[in-house]
């Protein structure tokens, strides 16, 4: 069956540490993968993309993402939190026509 | 462009009362999305259109769920009758091509249903 896991529903880094978010998917073909950031009471917003090519991606608000196609994952950092990353993130992998979502990881940052 | 719109942005209704959310998609995206989102079973796909028509509706939960989508630019999601059961945030988010697939989503509808 197709799958996203998120490694822990809650993440807690003080301010300044790295962040590390994991992801990994089931598939056996080259996926299309995405990172979203969802703040309170807002919509998702696409925070980067892996589609073909280099599979370090670079995002917004200086995150990145690297897709290693032999361990199935694509976990998001960022060398240094800041308070205002402080939100619930979404790991999305295209199957088909349809992206499959992640069960979350919400990301609080400590000072 | 505004982005994806939704309304009403919250809605309170009582259990058996019939609940209409609507959507204006981004203007030229070709692809609609309606999701739904809880606690229990996080962001689960309700059922997605192309070009106005329905595609795949499997993850529409019963028959008491219909969505259409009459021209490029509004769909609404309807539930009759509703249930306590179907409180929930519903987005949707609109795409412009399914080839690189990202997609743009609405602040989302709060349905809180008494």
């Known amino acids: 069956a197709q799958s996203v896991t998120q490694l822990g529903s809650h993440v807690s880094v003080s301010e300044g540490a790295l962040v590390l978010l994991r992801c990994n998917y089931s598939s056996s073909v080259p996926p299309y993968l995405f990172w979203y950031v969802q703040y309170p009471n807002q919509g998702l917003q696409l925070l980067l993309k892996?589609?073909?090519?280099?599979?370090l991606v670079k995002g917004i608000n200086g995150f990145e993402a690297e897709f290693k196609k032999s361990e199935t994952s694509f976990h998001l950092t960022k060398p240094s939190a800041h308070m205002s990353d402080a939100a619930e993130y979404f790991c999305a992998v295209k199957y088909g026509n349809k992206l499959v979502f992640g069960a979350g990881t919400i990301l609080r940052v400590k000072s | 462009d505004a982005g994806v719109i939704q309304s009403p942005r919250h809605e309170v209704t009582e259990m058996g009362q019939e609940v209409t959310l609507r959507c204006k998609p981004i203007s030229g995206h070709d692809y609609l999305f309606w999701y739904r989102q809880t606690m229990m079973r996080g962001l689960e796909l309700l059922i997605y259109f192309n070009n106005n028509v329905p595609i795949d509706d499997s993850g529409m939960p019963e028959d008491r769920f219909s969505a259409k989508m009459p021209n490029a630019s509004f769909s609404t999601l309807k539930i009759q009758p509703s249930e306590p059961r179907d409180s929930a945030v519903y987005f949707c988010?609109?795409?412009?091509?399914?080839?690189?697939?990202?997609?743009?989503f609405g602040p989302g509808t709060r349905l809180t249903v008494l």
């Open positions: 988010a609109s795409s412009l091509s399914w080839v690189e697939y990202e997609q743009f």
């Open positions: 892996y589609t073909t090519g280099a599979t």
